[in-house]
């Protein structure tokens, strides 16, 4: 490919356009200058080349961050991360958790915990958004925010649900202090490799090229962590719609449609205090 054609595609379109025509405006007011023809007052000329000579410019420059800034989520695409974890904490995790809730012979349903006047309900998955949801430190922060207090709706409690022909899965209960409903309820610590993923990516900006600069690694990163998340989340909706498909034709008491509840970790209180009626 020639220099001039690598040009004309990496040029965007709206920023030559208006480079072009600030050059042609200046070439006009020059030769006015020199000729003095036409015959009229065009002081005017030298402000509009300024302008679209500036507009041009930031025009190209703002795209081509753009496209900088884009370029990280194609980068992320071979290796498939959003697929993995989905797929991993959904046969690890999900699966077997919400497969147990519908056995009603299981084990788990007559755990002492369970104080004799509750009944697991549900389970609640509550899947971060923002870069400080991600940490599994800040998640305990979350699971006060309704387990907490003389006026929290829960109280919860760390159980262990035996699987068999497998390890047991350890994980957490709530509890409603008002009625008779129990949810299980977690936050995937497995997203939080995301925010290094993306981190990992984004710093390639500055080791790749000079011109790079921290708040385009700050957008690279929060770019690549919002795409992957997303990734996750319907990755999951596809298998949790198989699920719920296969299931509500099995004969059953509750479909896993009814046990299964994914929510932004914000919504995650009020999932559950909708799903407890408080």
Same mark, same amino acid.
């Given at each position: 490919?020639?220099?001039?054609?690598?040009?004309?595609?990496?040029?965007?379109?709206?920023?030559? %356009?208006?480079?072009?025509?600030?050059? #042609?405006?200046?070439?006009?007011?020059?030769?006015?200058?020199?000729?003095?023809?036409?015959?009229?007052?065009?002081?005017?000329?030298?402000?509009?080349?300024?302008?679209?000579?500036?507009?041009?410019?930031?025009?190209?420059?703002?795209?081509?961050?753009?496209?900088?800034?884009?370029?990280?989520? $194609?980068?992320?695409?071979?290796?498939?991360? $959003?697929?993995?974890?989905?797929?991993?904490?959904?046969?690890?995790?999900?699966?077997?958790?919400?497969?147990?809730?519908?056995?009603?012979?299981?084990? #788990?349903?007559?755990?002492?915990?369970? +104080?004799?006047?509750?009944?697991?309900?549900?389970?609640?998955?509550?899947?971060? +958004?923002?870069?400080?949801?991600?940490?599994?430190? @800040?998640?305990?922060?979350?699971?006060?925010?309704?387990?907490?207090?003389?006026?929290?709706?829960?109280?919860?409690?760390?159980?262990?649900? %035996?699987?068999?022909?497998?390890?047991?899965?350890?994980?957490?209960?709530?509890?409603?202090?008002?009625?008779?409903?129990?949810?299980?309820?977690?936050?995937?610590?497995?997203?939080?490799?995301?925010?290094?993923?993306?981190?990992?990516?984004?710093?390639?900006?500055?080791?790749?090229?000079?011109?790079?600069?921290?708040?385009?690694?700050?957008?690279?990163?929060? @770019?690549?962590?919002?795409? +992957?998340? @997303?990734?996750?989340?319907?990755?999951?909706?596809?298998?949790?719609?198989?699920?719920?498909?296969?299931?509500?034709?099995?004969?059953?008491?509750?479909?896993?449609?009814?046990?299964?509840?994914?929510?932004?970790?914000?919504?995650?209180?009020?999932?559950?205090?909708?799903?407890?009626?408080?």
């Amino acid at each position: 490919m020639s220099r001039w054609k690598i040009i004309l595609r990496a040029w965007p379109p709206a920023g030559a %356009v208006l480079v072009i025509l600030s050059f #042609l405006v200046t070439a006009f007011w020059l030769w006015h200058a020199i000729t003095g023809s036409p015959d009229w007052e065009l002081g005017w000329l030298e402000p509009l080349a300024g302008f679209l000579a500036g507009a041009g410019a930031f025009i190209v420059a703002a795209i081509l961050i753009f496209r900088r800034v884009d370029h990280a989520e $194609a980068e992320t695409t071979p290796y498939g991360l $959003a697929r993995g974890l989905a797929t991993g904490y959904y046969f690890n995790y999900i699966r077997p958790v919400v497969t147990t809730i519908l056995d009603t012979e299981h084990t #788990l349903h007559q755990d002492p915990v369970l +104080q004799e006047r509750h009944q697991i309900e549900g389970l609640v998955v509550g899947l971060p +958004q923002d870069l400080e949801e991600f940490n599994p430190d @800040n998640h305990p922060e979350v699971y006060d925010s309704f387990s907490k207090g003389d006026r929290a709706p829960f109280d919860l409690v760390s159980i262990e649900i %035996v699987i068999p022909k497998r390890r047991p899965i350890y994980t957490k209960l709530a509890l409603s202090k008002t009625c008779s409903t129990a949810l299980v309820v977690d936050i995937p610590t497995t997203l939080s490799v995301i925010p290094d993923f993306a981190a990992f990516f984004a710093e390639q900006e500055l080791a790749n090229s000079a011109g790079a600069d921290d708040g385009v690694v700050e957008a690279r990163e929060q @770019n690549v962590t919002n795409k +992957q998340t @997303n990734q996750f989340k319907e990755v999951l909706n596809e298998f949790i719609e198989t699920v719920n498909t296969v299931g509500s034709k099995e004969q059953r008491t509750r479909s896993p449609a009814c046990v299964l509840h994914v929510v932004p970790v914000k919504r995650l209180a009020r999932r559950m205090d909708e799903l407890a009626d408080h």
